[in-house]
């Protein structure tokens, strides 16, 4: 016999129809409401006490659940598995994640930024030490994955142009897979600097657009007091073309939907709708430096809810819904042991947050790992699984624990740690499943105007 899944949701979903998720899986369905019907009898079926006789749709309906995890075969525990693969990626060493900052310098002034700025690149001597960093375990990598930060890292492009071509050697000659990713502001994002950036394997690149042009030019304004907005957006049109662009926005309590509303049409109208991915962050009072913003800040509650607000805004404007609620094996780099950030100082830290605050720091680069360094362990102790609201969470796959450092760093309660997952799960299910709908919609279309193109 089977057993069902202690990580279901379903929900009804308009007329005729129930939304399926589970989050062990991640798989997501629709079911009508006849398809439910038989769910629930065929779930008491396989609780009750004995083998109770299927009928055909029960028992096709259960390859179906079992395909998409929603229904286990007994003798399967999902709780080990989960706890086994979130163990198995925290010590893995075939992988290596590095967050470089190659420069905490930055062109702009943004008022919530919390990182200390310094103007200095990282000093030669820091590069080859981080190149033998990797070197040391490049024979026994199967990939390197890079995400460039500051600052902004395109102020030093030569530091990352040098560390590149050393990875990439490294990739040819250890037979390794490298990838990499970026962190911008999108000001120097020219068409130039994108095609080597691809040259680079960068394929991903995150830019933060604070709302619309007269809110961006003063939420993150230039060190030289000229807008930048209109200039960034230009970078991005090209940039999407050669690699997945991302926007960010962050999102304090001076938002309001006519804030994100306007911010759509202008990326609309630069035809950037189908091109790029918008992801709505939380503004947060993350360290001592940006302590002077935090009245401005949600806390995740109140995020949640604004964060389903902002999405239905995506979904009416006709943007696609990335935010995916997908499972994890580690919430984060902190829960793993092959994973560092290094700034341009060749500190080394556990949390992106931490960047350029060299009293979070766990050691030097130049230096051997010290994994008994309180603020190393600080971060990496943590297990969701020694945290009993943890354990007995349904979507804990998803979230495994959430952030560590707000977790342990900032005194919140388990509420306000948990991911916003945790307080609109189905109003944002709805919206996924109206996107995937509305996407199938748009393709449909697309294959109809090419056929009578053709004809």
Request: charge should be negative; charged fraction near 25%.
């Amino acid at each position: 016999m089977s057993t069902v899944s202690r990580y279901n949701h379903f929900q009804r979903w308009q007329d005729g129809y129930h939304i399926a998720y589970n989050a062990f899986s991640g798989a997501v369905a629709l079911m009508t409401d006849e398809n439910y019907g038989v769910y629930e009898n065929l779930v008491a079926k396989l609780r009750g006490p004995g083998a109770a006789e299927l009928t055909e749709p029960e028992a096709e309906l259960l390859k179906q659940l079992e395909f998409g995890g929603f229904v286990r075969k007994d003798g399967f525990s999902e709780f080990y598995d989960l706890r086994f693969q979130h163990h198995l990626n925290r010590y893995d060493r075939t992988g290596l994640g590095l967050v470089i900052a190659p420069t905490m310098a930055c062109n702009m002034a943004c008022v919530y930024c919390y990182e200390e700025k310094t103007k200095r690149k990282m000093s030669p001597e820091v590069r080859t030490a981080l190149v033998g960093f990797v070197e040391k375990q490049a024979k026994h990598l199967q990939n390197l994955s890079v995400d460039w930060y500051g600052g902004e890292p395109l102020l030093a492009l030569d530091v990352i142009e040098e560390l590149t071509k050393a990875f990439m050697e490294m990739a040819e000659r250890y037979q390794y897979t490298y990838r990499a990713s970026m962190v911008s502001n999108g000001y120097l994002l020219t068409p130039e600097t994108v095609d080597r950036l691809v040259d680079w394997r960068v394929t991903f690149v995150q830019v933060t657009l604070d709302g619309p042009a007269r809110i961006h030019d003063v939420k993150r304004p230039l060190k030289s007091k000229r807008g930048s907005f209109y200039k960034i957006i230009e970078n991005i049109k090209y940039a999407s073309t050669k690699m997945t662009v991302g926007i960010r926005v962050n999102v304090d309590k001076s938002f309001t939907p006519d804030t994100i509303t306007e911010l759509l049409a202008e990326l609309t109208a630069a035809g950037l709708r189908e091109r790029v991915g918008v992801h709505f962050g939380m503004v947060e009072a993350a360290s001592k430096v940006c302590a002077n913003i935090s009245e401005s800040c949600y806390d995740s509650t109140d995020f949640s809810h604004i964060e389903v607000d902002y999405h239905r805004l995506l979904l009416e404007q006709g943007f696609s819904i990335d935010k995916l609620p997908s499972p994890l094996s580690s919430f984060c780099m902190a829960s793993m042991i092959n994973s560092h950030l290094i700034d341009p100082e060749g500190y080394l830290y556990r949390c992106w947050n931490h960047a350029g605050l060299t009293e979070k720091a766990c050691g030097q680069i130049t230096e051997e790992m010290n994994y008994q360094h309180p603020n190393f362990r600080s971060l990496f102790d943590f297990s969701p699984f020694d945290n009993a609201r943890c354990t007995e969470c349904d979507l804990l796959p998803i979230c495994m624990g959430a952030c560590p450092s707000r977790r342990l760093e900032r005194g919140l309660s388990d509420v306000e740690v948990c991911e916003t997952w945790k307080h609109n799960l189905q109003p944002m299910l709805e919206i996924i499943a109206r996107s995937r709908q509305q996407e199938m919609q748009r393709r449909s279309q697309q294959d109809q105007s090419q056929i009578a193109n053709k004809e």
